[in-house]
């Protein structure tokens, strides 16, 4: 399925929230629970200034959305969080796959970032496989870090950079790459 990757615009954000709301109701997607999903809070996401908010529209219909956002401290600033999802009846067309390019297009476009994060529960082998597709690295897991009704969820910590090549794998006794 082909969708028009675009900015997502502030009459967006009702769309958004309904559609993650709905997603959070199943364990092991989401941190957020239902109730605290706001469309204020994708109003500013879209608003802010510190990243980039993509939506996927397919026959004028939100069917997924992605935005990254760089860390604010000044040490921390080649580093963007990624958050994507693609929408309930939507998964397995290819949705997440275009997302994820133009996300990554963006971050080799911009002047500051050089490496995309983001955390993904170890339950969701589809999200983690596309990750692994698009060239994200495992780079570790917190252990029984998200709590559900069904118990705990470890979360994998994956990322991919898209400036310069990958530190040497050999951790130096100070940790400082030059």
């Known amino acids: 399925m082909n969708a028009v990757i675009r900015k997502a615009k502030l009459h967006d954000a009702s769309s958004i929230?309904?559609?993650?709301?709905?997603?959070?109701?199943?364990?092991?997607?989401?941190?957020?629970?239902?109730s605290e999903l706001s469309e204020q809070n994708v109003k500013n996401t879209i608003e802010s200034s510190h990243g980039v908010y993509f939506v996927a529209e397919c026959n004028g219909c939100i069917v997924g959305h992605a935005f990254l956002e760089t860390l604010p401290l000044q040490s921390l600033?080649?580093?963007a969080q990624l958050n994507i999802a693609v929408h309930k009846g939507f998964q397995n067309r290819g949705i997440g796959t275009q997302?994820?390019?133009r996300i990554i297009e963006w971050a080799k476009e911009s002047e500051s970032i050089e490496k995309i994060e983001l955390n993904v529960r170890a339950s969701n082998a589809q999200a983690i496989a596309l990750y692994k597709k698009m060239g994200f690295l495992e780079e570790g897991c917190l252990k029984r870090r998200v709590k559900t009704e069904i118990g705990y969820i470890d979360d994998i910590l994956m990322a991919l950079h898209v400036k310069g090549s990958l530190p040497d794998r050999k951790i130096s006794r100070t940790g400082v790459y030059g």
């Open 77 to 79: 600033k080649h580093i």
């Open 99 to 101: 997302l994820l390019e």
């Open 17 to 34: 929230v309904k559609a993650e709301q709905e997603i959070a109701q199943e364990p092991g997607f989401f941190c957020s629970q239902p």
